[in-house]
């Protein structure tokens, strides 16, 4: 897997990779003999260089700290980054469709008993997982040609006792699975949703949704046991406890097929629950209050329809890509970018004095979500006057706010940054120190970031959560030398092809695996 002047020497570099891999996601050797079934003194032995370590351990290591530390059955190991920083990049590059706003539909998909095709679908390991996931348990879903378009077609009856457990514990996606099985299915498992490290995810908030429909579910021994009979339309309007993506998604496909209506309170109206209800609407269910935090569902108890459905653009690649900009100091053109969904990140980056020119907005193939292109300008950039925290929408997104530490990083003056959402993710972005940067740690949810940063080359390990792991990367770009950014598995989670679409902006970047 890595190459190596000697046994020793190899064992040594697994043991740090395992070490290294560990350590970003915060867990102890115990936490980890504990995932293995093994005892915390053979980890300290792996990790020491002084255990013989066979294929099948170290993808079992991987699996437990979803990280690719090896590939079983072929000659390749995880996938690195080769990169020579400190050049501008230049050029246009259009927004891929949203990765949330997919996954949400790939499940959406199972409502229904006819054909679904979804267009322009991007080729991600989030996505491969749930298409493992989903063919495991009898569901056609092929690729139609190069164009990332995908059909699915669910059979009369699914195998649920065939899941792939392996493909679905790597993705916290699977927990949508929820909402669509529990119309045809009294009672089922699904296992435990995986996915980034980001702390403490408690899942309560999904069970209180579901708790009015009727179904109670039961999350021991590895596994979501969920029994759904007998069915009910709630009565009264569901109040969720928090205002969560997945779980207004979950308790909208919950309510989709139910007859009746359903009104869902503190619903989130962020993009990839607008997707979801466009598509419902395609389907034939109508929801109304799409962009509030009001949502009725008028659900219908079966559907079978041939669907088209488009997904727009993902306002978090933008996001990214505007910050490849900006941390490069480039003129940059930005395609298809769904402004509706950026326009409190815009205005905090035009007060920290961004220069970026927009065209008129125009609709994306959903007919629904606003585009525009954005050109972005080298600026000399200040720190905002006050910190920077997320917000549900209309606020600034969560999943946006670690491109705010990089672009602090790049402004002049000093700048808090608050990640009040996640435990765990504030603590990944001290990894720019490594780089150069100035950044201390308040605690595990806030962070002061001191710029303007004289980027510096570094080797760096992925941490195990895919925005910090890809700002990472875009400060590489941004550091003269070259840099080595270890085990990408994370951002190919999220972003198809990224490095290569930032090699024809300019970028230098060289992939390779150990020998």
């Known amino acids: 897997m890595i190459a190596a002047t000697g046994r020793t020497d190899q064992l040594e570099q697994i043991g740090r990779l395992v070490r290294e891999s560990r350590k970003s996601r915060g867990w102890t050797q115990t936490e980890l003999a504990a995932a293995l079934g093994t005892s915390q003194s053979a980890v300290n032995r792996i990790e020491r260089g002084h255990q013989n370590v066979s294929l099948e351990m170290l993808a079992r290591v991987g699996r437990a700290l979803d990280t690719e530390l090896v590939t079983v059955g072929q000659a390749s190991g995880p996938t690195h980054l080769r990169i020579v920083g400190g050049k501008p990049l ?95 299915y009294d009672e089922f498992q699904l296992p435990y949703a995986g996915g980034c490290a980001l ?66 309170r503190n619903a989130s109206s962020n993009y990839m629950v607008q997707d979801l209800c466009f598509f419902l609407a395609k389907l034939g269910v109508e929801v109304d209050g799409v962009g509030t935090t009001t949502l009725t569902v008028h659900g219908r108890s079966r559907i079978d329809v041939d669907v088209d459905y488009s997904p727009s653009e993902d306002p978090i690649e933008a996001m990214s890509l505007i910050t490849a900009g900006v941390a490069t100091n480039s003129t940059l053109e930005i395609q298809r970018v769904p402004v509706e969904f950026l326009e409190v990140e815009l205005a905090l980056l035009e007060q920290m004095h961004l220069r970026f020119d927009l065209t008129a907005e125009y609709a994306a193939a959903n007919g629904r979500t606003r585009l525009a292109d954005l050109t972005v300008h080298p600026s000399r950039l200040h720190a905002p006057r006050d910190k920077v925290h997320p917000m549900p929408f209309p606020g600034l997104n969560i999943d946006n706010l670690p491109f705010f530490a990089l672009i602090a990083a790049a402004a002049e003056g000093k700048t808090l940054v608050h990640d009040w959402v996640y435990e765990n993710r504030a603590i990944y972005l001290t990894e720019l120190t490594k780089l150069g940067a100035s950044i201390t740690l308040l605690d595990p949810h806030r962070v002061y970031v001191e710029g303007p940063t004289h980027w510096s080359a570094a080797e760096v390990i992925c941490p195990p959560a895919l925005r910090p792991a890809v700002v990472i990367l875009l400060a590489m770009l941004a550091a003269k030398g070259t840099s080595v950014l270890r085990n990408i598995y994370v951002i190919n989670r999220g972003y198809e092809q990224l490095a290569g679409r930032l090699e024809r902006l300019g970028a230098q970047i060289e992939t390779f695996r150990d020998q």
């Open 90 to 184: 230049s050029g246009s590059i259009a927004v891929n469709t949203s990765k949330n706003a997919s996954v949400s539909l790939l499940c959406a998909a199972l409502l229904n008993s006819g054909r679904t095709v979804l267009r322009r679908v991007a080729r991600i390991e989030e996505v491969n997982r749930l298409v493992e996931v989903l063919r495991s348990i009898g569901v056609g879903v092929e690729w139609l040609g190069d164009s990332g378009d995908l059909e699915i077609i669910p059979p009369p009856v699914l195998d649920l006792e065939a899941m792939n457990v392996e493909a679905a514990r790597r993705t916290r996606s699977i927990i949508l699975f929820l909402g669509p099985l529990v119309h045809d």
């Open 199 to 264: 702390g403490t995810r408690t899942v309560e908030p999904h069970l209180a949704a579901l708790r009015p429909f009727g179904i109670e579910i039961d999350t021991t021994d590895g596994n979501y046991r969920v029994l759904a009979s007998p069915r009910r339309t709630p009565a009264q309007p569901i109040v969720l406890v928090e205002r969560g993506d997945t779980v207004t998604e979950n308790a909208v496909l919950a309510a989709a097929r139910r007859d009746g209506v359903t009104v869902i």
